[in-house]
């Protein structure tokens, strides 16, 4: 699976958009990429996944780059609710491995 | 969220015990994951488990045996722990193949 890399942290205020970045350079034409988020203590819980277009849902947006190197998780309307580890992982296609890394603790501030 | 159940969510254990994790999943899936969270580490993989049988172990010590009796339920048994398997330890599902998958609450391990 490619390696994904993203910030360790960030906050954003109550109410604002947080858009959270992911790097996945070494992403092979067969890997999706996923987004998960894990609040304090509790089991992830699985938030969008996308291939090559951008995709939305009631949680959040994904925006993946033409290159399909990058992509930007966006939750429209933080709320204090959606402070939680962010975690983008890159899974293949032929496969359900899915390989968490730090990911990005986001703080969502009133 | 009652898609995924685990029991019992909290457990302490002495070294010598022998205790099982129970998971079972609500949701029609074929596919069953076991995976642990230590202390300010990522989740690791530990086990897959497609339409009932065991797909990969990811050199997981041989203390932690998996048990999938039907694709709804999945164990976890335990026996002579070491202290640096304390850990929260999550159950998942998913449809088998690159599909989304669904986390239960987990069981927090405690060996003392």
Redesign the interface.
Known sequence: DAKTTQPPSMDCAEGRAANLPCNHSTISGNE?V?WYRQIH??????II?GLKNNETNEMASLIITEDRKSSTLILPHATLRDTAVYYCIA?????????????TQLTVNP | ETGVTQTPRHLVMGMTNKKSLKCEQHLGHNAMYWYKQSAKKPLELMFVYNFKEQTENNSVPSRFSPECPNSSHLFLHLHTLQPEDSALYLCASSQVGPREQYFGPGTRLTVT
């Open positions: 999706y996923y203590s509790q089991g992830p819980q699985y996944h899974q293949e296609t032929s496969g359900s491995r899915l390989t968490f890394g730090e990911g």
